[in-house]
Nanobody, 119 residues
Framework: QVQLVESGGGLVQAGGSLRLSCAAS????????VGWFRQAPGKEREFVAR????????YYRDSLKGRFTISRDNAKNTVYLQMNSLQPEDTAVYYC????????????WGQGTRVTVSP
């Protein structure tokens, strides 16, 4: 079983930055993805970004391009989400998830970390 642990959430003022971390207990395979998702109060969970572990290629929600950056540290089995120019609408619980094979459903999920952006 793979465990994912998120950290780095908190309260920040609009315009500020946060960096979230997602530490995995082990890799899920040789060609898989780790993604970030978020769920705002009263809304459905939505995709934020993902990174393909094998080659480091990244994909973003269109509306977040330029403000959010996903990256990985192979040695630490950790994925980061750098969030800049945060706005109140970014307030949500952020989750990381991993699949076993690229293109398949995300099987492993973290417990989430809360991000609150004040006006």
């Amino acid at each position: 079983q793979v465990q994912l642990v998120e950290s780095g959430g908190g309260l920040v003022q609009a315009g500020g930055s946060l960096r979230l971390s997602c530490a995995a207990s082990r890799r899920t395979g040789s060609n898989y993805a780790v993604g970030w998702f978020r769920q705002a109060p009263g809304k459905e969970r939505e995709f934020v970004a993902r990174i393909n572990w094998s080659d480091g290629s990244t994909y973003y929600r269109d509306s977040l391009k330029g403000r959010f950056t996903i990256s990985r540290d192979n040695a630490k089995n950790t994925v980061y989400l750098q969030m800049n120019s945060l706005q109140p609408e970014d307030t949500a619980v952020y989750y990381c998830a991993a699949n076993r094979v690229l293109g398949t459903a995300y099987e492993y999920w973290g417990q989430g970390t809360r991000v609150t952006v004040s006006p």
